[in-house]
């Protein structure tokens, strides 16, 4: 077994106040979503399931998990599908304007929540659809795209482009080339796209703020009108909510990453046992 050299080992030691820094006061929602009292107190005074249990008794709860979990559905499958087009679009293609296209694609992630906030009202407002979850997520989907278009561009930089050459050579078709060749490539960065997609929506907040009704309200949205005037523990349960599901993200995020660098270990190894039969 390899060793670690001592500058991996330097480097690990020196993540690890940077990781406890991140992480650290966010895990603080965690002991505070099982506190016994009827307001969030930290450290807890008690222990106590109450403030779980009254959150999935809760209707208007319920309701808000339910509202931000369809527009993080609706906001990652369009995300992946325009982002990853896009990626294959500009993939290996030299043109003028190629710079101004991809600018376009990542403004998203520059222009500030509260502007992008107003302009979807605005327009949602004149198709007279603002209200529902539907708008929501399709605004979602707009600040979500960037992130599926960069990970799915750095996984096509591992693409060789003699493979794409050498099927066309042999016939095969658009659709077998998407299906042989780009799509075991693309499959961690859709993955990856998906998974950002979901965490950034579900996270969202200003552009659902302004896009909310009685009837589409997400859970940040709950939580932010709710820390205002109602301190319960059932926020700090949302709030732990959102942590799992982040780091469950991360964690399947974290597998797959291992799985295909394995497999990438296994490869020369099989063909190395081939050649020798």
């Known amino acids: 077994m390899r060793r670690a050299s001592p500058r991996h080992l330097g ?17 603080i929602v965690v002991p505070m979503a099982f506190t016994g009292s009827r307001y969030i107190t930290f450290p807890p005074q008690q222990l106590s399931t109450d403030g779980v ?42 043109f003028p304007g190629k710079a101004a296209v991809t600018g376009l694609l990542l403004a998203p992630m520059i ?23 539907l708008p929501i997520g399709l605004a979602h989907a707009v600040i979500a795209v960037p992130y599926a278009f960069l990970t799915v561009r750095a996984s096509l930089a591992g693409l060789n482009p003699a493979l794409v050459r050498s099927a066309s050579s042999l016939g095969a078709g658009a659709f077998a080339l998407m299906r042989f060749v780009y799509l075991p490539v693309i499959r961690p960065g859709l993955i990856a796209g998906a998974l950002f997609a979901f965490s950034v929506s579900i996270d969202e907040t200003v552009i659902a703020l302004f896009l909310q009704s009685p009837t589409a309200m997400t859970l940040p949205v709950k939580m932010f009108t709710d820390i205002q005037y109602n301190l319960t523990p059932k926020i700090a349960v949302s709030s732990a909510m ?21 497999i990438a270990r296994l490869l020369p190894l099989t063909a190395a046992a081939d050649q020798t039969r």
């Open 11 to 27: 480097a690990l030691v020196a993540s690890v106040p940077v990781f406890a820094f991140l992480v650290v006061p966010t895990l």
């Open 53 to 94: 249990t009254g959150f999935f008794a809760d209707p208007a709860w319920m309701s808000a998990l339910s509202a931000s979990l369809q527009a993080a559905g609706i906001a990652m499958a369009i995300a992946v599908l325009l982002g990853a087009t896009a990626a294959l679009a500009l993939h290996g293609r030299t």
């Open 111 to 133: 222009v500030p929540a509260v502007v992008m906030a107003l302009a979807f009202y605005q327009f949602f407002i004149s198709l007279g659809t603002v209200g529902s979850v």
């Open 242 to 262: 959102l942590v799992t599901l982040a780091t469950l993200g991360l964690l399947v995020q974290v597998c797959f990453t291992i799985r295909r660098r394995s």
